[in-house]
């Protein structure tokens, strides 16, 4: 999504619509948006908009006014307000404009809202917005082309950088959703690989790629033995972030990317089962986060791995009791084949280790205990070094995670 910046106030802006946020039932417009605020004020008093999260409606702007319409979103109460809940109604304005076939949009550029910078709502807005136009109409045919979608903040911004982090992690997380989204027959791990190849190539990364024969010269026994039962080999992806520190230590970010998970020879019940293409995006997380370091040019290295296997309960497939090597030497006991993504992450965190780095980050659609524990809201995190989960839970509030 194309994000610009215009001096001139919110409602002049000539575009389809114009965005106005409401925290329940206040609005958030900045001063010298008066009339504009009345108006948005009005329309709310007299619809069952409430500003709650994700709440969005749509009015038409009539008379004199530059812009087509009028677009609520809701960040709900003050009081049960955080970061992710501004990005999510950036994202359900636009979504719900571009499905009423509106292409220009133009928001405030800063906001009075409590812990929330100008750069900070700059970079959730603006990212928001990018995700807000996603679909996933790969499969689609005969479907009308919409018009290229645009942004502008309406108002001074001294500081862009902001905006430019916007633009580059919204394009990394637009252009990974549609391998996120593929099914297993669709993005097996092979192709995995060869998309994260010429992600390096245009972004400045290099990427290696071992396969089966090179797993098993460095004793990757895990990894393999998850993928003995697929027709498909595993791929264990390297990518590698050089940054401009020579002196720092890398970090890893490591992701499970089990492309498909029938659960194996302990297989899973067949209702939901479509949904474990869906197993691969702890690694498809690492491949949005090496997009944005390599776009932001991130002073430290980075290194991402991507364990990339399917889980399958073909006649090869490992079967409970089981014993496997990892690649640092020890031996694990397969008591359930449907436990295949610390198999992965087992050979993965080996080789990070490996590389000396200053901090390990894995992620994975690791186990269903974690919605029976926490529910679909928040998301667990586990590590021994508990400044470093701190700096992770913090940065995550701040970024809308």
Request: proline share 3%; charged share 20%; hydrophobic share 45%.
């Amino acid at each position: 999504m194309k994000i610009s910046v215009s001096p001139a106030p919110l409602a002049e802006q000539r575009k389809d619509a114009l965005v106005v946020f409401f925290q329940g039932q206040e609005v958030l417009l900045p001063a010298g948006n008066t009339a504009l605020k009345k108006r948005a004020a009005e329309y709310a008093k007299s619809s069952a908009f409430k500003g709650e999260a994700g709440q969005v409606g749509i009015f038409p702007l009539l008379d004199k006014a530059a812009a087509k319409q009028l677009i609520l979103a809701g960040i709900g109460e003050a009081k049960g307000f955080h970061n992710a809940l501004l990005e999510q109604a950036a994202a359900a304005a636009i979504r719900a404009g571009r499905a009423a076939g509106l292409a220009s949009f133009a928001m405030a550029s800063a906001i009075k809202l409590k812990g929330v910078s100008q750069s900070d709502y700059l970079l959730l807005t603006g990212r928001g917005a990018g995700w807000g136009t996603y679909e996933f109409s790969t499969f689609k045919s005969g479907g009308k082309k919409k018009a290229a979608p645009s942004l502008v903040f309406a108002g001074s911004v001294k500081d862009r950088t902001a905006i430019k982090a916007a633009e580059a992690q919204g394009a990394s997380l637009l252009s990974t959703a549609d391998l996120a989204n593929l099914p297993g027959n669709e993005a097996p791990p092979s192709k995995i690989a060869n998309w994260a190849k010429a992600m390096a190539r245009k972004n400045g990364l290099t990427c290696q790629v071992l396969g089966k024969a090179e797993l098993e010269k460095k004793g990757c026994g895990a990894i393999l033995s998850v993928a003995q039962g697929s027709a498909q080999d595993a791929k264990m992806i390297i990518l590698k972030h050089a940054g401009t520190d020579k002196k720092a230590k890398p970090i890893v970010l490591v992701g499970k990317t089990v492309t498909f998970d029938s659960g194996g020879i302990s297989l899973k019940p067949g209702k939901g089962m479509g949904w474990m293409r869906y197993d691969k995006c702890g690694g498809m997380a690492v491949l949005a986060a090496m997009q944005m370091i390599a776009r932001m040019n991130v002073k430290v290295p980075v290194v991402g791995i991507l364990g990339a296997a399917e889980n399958m309960p073909g006649a090869n497939a490992t079967r409970p009791g089981d014993i496997v090597r990892a690649f640092n030497g020890k031996s694990i006991e397969v008591l359930n084949t449907d436990a295949e993504g610390r198999l992965v992450l087992a050979d993965a965190l080996g080789l990070a280790a490996g590389m000396k780095p200053a901090a390990i980050v894995d992620l994975a659609t690791l186990t269903g205990a974690c919605i029976v524990a926490l529910g679909h809201s928040a998301a667990a995190v586990l590590g021994n070094d508990q400044k470093l989960v701190d700096k992770l839970i913090d940065s995550g509030a701040t970024a809308g995670e």
